[in-house]
């Protein structure tokens, strides 16, 4: 079977080639990847600013058929359709006692069980996952299972970016009906964000981004004004009248981009930090303008909430027309492609391109 594997972090190249799915056994299951999507999470793993072992198969958010099943697996079965979980809440650690199980950690251990071999040499995948290939072998309670008659791009993108945005957005910020929302970032996630915020009741929502195709696109998903970043400020001003939004988030993860959602919310706001940026990356707010402002600041992981939880709500929504993930499916490529689909996101012209393995 062929995964795209990253040899040296740095590279952005992927190389497709023949590897072979290992470590099956109990409490493991064997998944045949049907489609898979490119987040920004996985250059930033590729490029070392998120930091992962090399080399290894990257793609965390995925989607595919169960085949083969480990002892003491009850919860799936061959056959059954699965988003790959690439932090699964284990719910026996101490983390998950607090019922905080977005934030279980337990998931950084399926790093230590290489999910393929090329040779003689163990690849781990992104995460545990390495949904960038045709079979992966990964932990039980990963494989999280979705109804027979969800698509696998709509599974796939919910299992990180959309449920990273509308999770941000309803569970982390709690954006409250007639409020105005900022989304710095419109990228697959600052636009899961977006829809979370009109689903939520947001009265008038402004984009920001520096691609004019993707401030575009935000105002088809619901943007009531999409704006370059240096056009934030006299967009806010207009808005609110000069008092500042009720809630900003950043989706990017950069300072310079904490900074603007900081300023851009009013005195007792909200600033949602859902973009995952670099250990060395440290910001410029200051503690007289954090206590004098008293805006909170609040990062959101994963969603925010219990990961499960999200996926069914996120379900629900999508069925009942609430959201729109297919028109977020923007390009496709076959697994060969790859490297296109990387270019297209660094071009911005792809919203999300989901790679077409089965």
Request: hydrophobic share 40%; net charge negative; with cysteine.
């Amino acid at each position: 079977m062929r995964a795209a594997v990253l040899h040296t972090t740095g590279d952005e190249n992927l190389d497709v080639t023949e590897v072979t799915p290992v470590s099956f056994g109990p409490g493991r299951v064997r998944v045949r990847m049907h489609r898979a999507g490119l987040c920004h999470s996985d250059l930033s793993a590729m490029s070392g600013v998120l930091a992962h072992p090399a080399p290894f198969v990257p793609g965390h958010e995925g989607a595919g058929e169960v085949v083969e099943v480990g002892e003491g697996v009850t919860h799936v079965k061959p056959g059954d359709r699965v988003i790959v979980c690439w932090m699964p809440p284990c719910d026996t650690c101490a983390v998950c006692a607090t019922g905080d199980t977005h934030l279980c950690r337990s998931g950084f251990g399926n790093l230590a069980v290489p999910n393929f071999r090329a040779g003689d040499r163990p690849l781990p995948g992104m995460m545990g996952a390495g949904t960038f290939a045709e079979e992966t072998v990964i932990a039980g309670y990963a494989a999280i299972p979705v109804p027979d008659d969800m698509p696998y791009d709509i599974a796939a993108l919910i299992g990180c970016g959309v449920t990273t945005g509308i999770g941000a957005a309803l569970n982390t910020a709690r954006v409250r009906p007639g409020s105005t929302v900022v989304v710095i970032g419109l990228g697959g996630v600052g636009v899961s964000i977006l829809q979370g915020a009109r689903v939520a009741g947001a009265a008038r929502i402004i984009a920001v981004d520096p691609t004019a195709n993707r401030r575009r696109m935000a105002l088809g998903f619901g943007a009531d004004e999409a704006v370059a970043p240096e056009e934030l400020a006299e967009a806010v001003k207009r808005a609110t009248g000069g008092l500042g939004a009720d809630y900003s988030f950043e989706a990017v993860g950069r300072p310079g981009t904490l900074r603007a959602a900081y300023d851009a919310a009013r005195p007792g706001g909200t600033v949602c930090l859902v973009g995952a940026g670099s250990r060395s990356d440290l910001t410029d707010l200051n503690l007289a303008e954090l206590v004098m402002n008293e805006k909170k600041v609040l990062p959101s992981f994963y969603g925010g909430g219990d990961i499960r939880r999200t996926y069914a709500t996120i379900t629900r929504l999508w069925r009942s027309g609430r959201i729109d993930l297919e028109s977020m499916i923007t390009h496709h490529v076959p697994l060969d492609g790859i490297n296109e689909a990387i270019r297209q996101m660094h071009s911005g012209e792809a919203l999300r391109t989901v790679v077409d393995i089965v």
